[in-house]
Nanobody, 126 residues
């Protein structure tokens, strides 16, 4: 059974930084695409970032472009999200996910991902 275990997150001041980690186990991850989503208070879950297996393709939602950086260490089966210059509007529960798809590309929709982490709270105080 594939498991994604998240760590990191917490409370930070406006303009601060945090790094989220997502450790995968219980399956084969070669060729998978991984992503980050978030769900703010009273909002639907939204795409944040996605990265292919090789790391040669990645993408971000517009509001985090240039502030957030996704990466993965395939030797450790771990996904990361470095978040800089955090804003109060970034406050949300963040989720990592893995997609097993025939085509190795970027995926932007929840339905394209097969397994999810447990979520971790990120709170940015103004």
């Amino acid at each position: 059974q594939v498991q994604l275990v998240q760590s990191g997150g917490g409370l930070v001041q406006d303009g601060g930084s945090l790094t989220l980690s997502c450790a995968a186990s219980g399956g084969t991850f070669r060729g998978t695409t991984m992503g980050w989503f978030r769900q703010g208070p009273g909002k639907e879950r939204e795409f944040v970032s996605s990265i292919t297996w090789s790391g040669n393709m990645m993408d971000y939602r517009d509001s985090v472009e240039g502030r957030f950086f996704i990466s993965r260490d395939n030797a450790k089966n771990t996904l990361y999200l470095q978040m800089n210059n955090l804003r109060p509007e970034d406050t949300a529960v963040y989720y990592c996910a893995v997609a097993y798809r025939e085509y190795s590309g970027l995926y932007y929709h929840e339905s394209e991902y097969d397994y999810w982490g447990q979520g971790t709270q990120v709170t940015v105080r103004s």
